[in-house]
């Protein structure tokens, strides 16, 4: 499996906090950002970088979310890749290789990094510690070690989500840059659903 194929699966599926009032705080002003977000349209860019600061891959492609749950991430350059669940099933299908993979959703799911836009707002405290850097930066660190990433850093230009920083357990640096990013439009659930094209292997992966 090549690097950016294992930085998408990362994708989808500790700072110190200086006082409770603070780290209460921070979480309110994240949720705030995030509540008012019913859906979501972006363009999306994203550079892949090794501990040194060195570029080892960048890609393009388009996400679309819909809360709750439902998530659409396509990438477009170098390889064709799609990441789609309606909220019950989760659909990997790689384009290059012809080949999809299908599990059941899973609250654990909603820790991962890209899903957390489409997730449950009130699940943010439990899952992480919360940073505001600024009040349109903040730094979360999963209160877990489950692996997937050691720092998560979301960005906003006003209202809208502008970029995610994530730093995983080798110090790489994935940048997602987003833009043409539209907010509350109507996306239809039809667009969060999957069927996998004739011919197509597909692996399940039911537990």
Known sequence: MNLYRKVVLSLVIALPLSSLV?????????????QVMDTLLANFQQT?????????????????VKRPRRFYWRTETPYEHLVVTDGKILWLHDLDLEQVSKQPFSADMDKAPALLLSGEIAEISKQYQVQALTSQQFVLSPRTDDGVFKQLTLEFRGASISGMILRDSLDQTTIIEFSSVRMNQPLADEIFQFTPPKGVDVINNEP
């Open 48 to 64: 892949i970088k090794d501990s040194q600061g060195a570029v080892l891959q960048q890609a393009s492609g388009v996400l679309k």
């Open 22 to 34: 603070s780290a209460q705080d921070a979480v309110k002003q994240l949720a705030d950002k995030l």
